[in-house]
């Protein structure tokens, strides 16, 4: 049987929906720390406040787009579910940087523990 054209292309935007918000994820929360972080030697030259506000919008914009996506997209439930499900994602860990920023949380436990595995091992 072949699959109708229909299909294929509501599976076509899924796919793009997803690759195109992994590379976003990837640019947000990989990319712009290694932009903002330059170094010279071992002295910083750029400030956290404008890497946590590049973050933090990029995460929000990120969010939103999915967000108006999954409202429009009528016909699709699937496609729709994967723009909500991205939207959630992003507002999640957008979440979780206004609240580390802020300090509300930390990883003090997580720092201990790798610098317990660097002198075990």
């Not at 992003?90 to 990883?107: K, Q």
Request: glycine content about 10%.
């Amino acid at each position: 049987m072949k699959p109708s054209g229909r299909k294929v292309r509501q599976g076509t935007q899924r796919l793009i929906i997803h690759l195109g918000n992994s590379v976003l994820l990837v640019i947000i929360l990989i990319g712009i720390p290694a932009i903002t972080s330059l170094r010279l030697g071992s002295i910083r030259l750029l400030s956290d406040p404008k890497l946590q506000m590049l973050t933090m919008v990029g995460l929000g914009l990120a969010g939103t787009a999915n967000l108006v996506g999954a409202l429009l997209l009528k016909k699709d439930k699937k496609t729709r579910h994967a723009c909500r499900t991205w939207a959630i994602l992003f507002g999640i860990i957008l979440a979780a940087e206004f609240l580390y920023v802020h300090g509300y949380i930390h990883f003090r436990w997580l720092k201990k523990l790798l610098l317990w595995v660097q002198r075990t091992f």
